[in-house]
């Protein structure tokens, strides 16, 4: 722990010559790299949502009848409306059986969401009407404890997003999931220089055999509990091996009791 707290310090040293490290997280979409296909509609929770000209926008999870959980910034470029895709497991076929598409006009963003310092990363898509669960469609679990602490423990990010830097921009049809360590906010905040707050929630980068971010927006789960929302990765792109940040769902309980819709 100690070498590798080292290198990284040596690294930043290095690249802080000549990279900002502004988080810059409105122009970027994070990508599950090296995950594997989830099994088909084995995370019933995941969403996906899709701006109205149907382009991928980011992903999302079921937290109740009528409510998405998504981070903030995937609905800055979204407009008045999105789409929001539930049960499906190939996104690229509309015809899947289990798939359920329904446009959504409501949306409740944090209020104190900041793009530049990466805070309050959270946001709801409201559903017109309330569904229910199926077979492909279900929702998750969220925490009930605001103290509770992840570190060292796996869990599953799952999103469509394209599986490597070098082809970034196809997404991939079929979702995707990657087992993946959280790490401590102390040392994720060496690596970004002080931008993680304790709101933040940080999974390991280094590992070959682990992975980047899924898609923005989209759940980071823990035995079945939804921690984390994907939020942001180093400038560098996913395979840097810089920690993936998350927002951290405990530090948010009350204002999403406060805005969920049943
Ligand atoms: C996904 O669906 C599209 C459209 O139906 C199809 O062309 C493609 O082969 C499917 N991909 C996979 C991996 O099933
Ligand atoms: C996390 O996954 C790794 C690799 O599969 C495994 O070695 C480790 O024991 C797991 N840790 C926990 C806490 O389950």
Partial sequence: MFIYTLVLLLVIAALRQNVSCEANIQSQSFKI?????AAPHSLP???????MDGKFLCGGS??????????????????????????????????E????????????????????KALNDIALVILPKPIETTNTIKWVTLPTKKNAIYINKNGT????????????????????????????????????????????????GLKKQTFCTGDSGGPLV??????????????????????????RVTSFLDWISEHVYN
Avoid at 33 to 37: H, K, V, W
Avoid at 105 to 116: E, G, L, P, R, S
Avoid at 158 to 187: C, H, M, Q
Wanted: net charge neutral; charged share 15%.
């Fill in 222 to 247: 823990v035995d079945g509990v939804q921690v984390g929302i994907v939020s942001f990765n180093f400038v560098f792109g996913c395979s840097s091996g810089w920690p993936g940040v998350y927002t």
């Fill in 157 to 204: 990010v799952s999103g469509w997003g394209a599986y490597s830097d070098s082809d970034a921009t196809n997404i991939s049809p079929v979702l995707r999931e990657a087992r993946i360590k959280i790490i401590s906010n102390f040392f994720c905040n060496i690596a970004y220089m002080g931008k993680i707050t304790s709101s933040h929630l940080c999974t390991d």
């Fill in 45 to 51: 929770y995941q969403a996906a949502i899709l701006g």
């Fill in 62 to 95: 079921l937290i109740s009848p009528r409510s998405i959980l998504t981070a903030a910034h995937c609905l800055d470029r979204a407009g008045t409306s999105v789409q929001v895709v539930l049960g499906a497991h190939n996104i690229s076929n509309p015809g």
């Fill in 97 to 116: 059986e289990g798939q359920l598409k329904i446009t959504s006009t409501q949306f409740v963003i944090h209020k104190d969401w900041n793009a530049k």
């Fill in 33 to 37: 790299i090296n995950g594997n296909e």
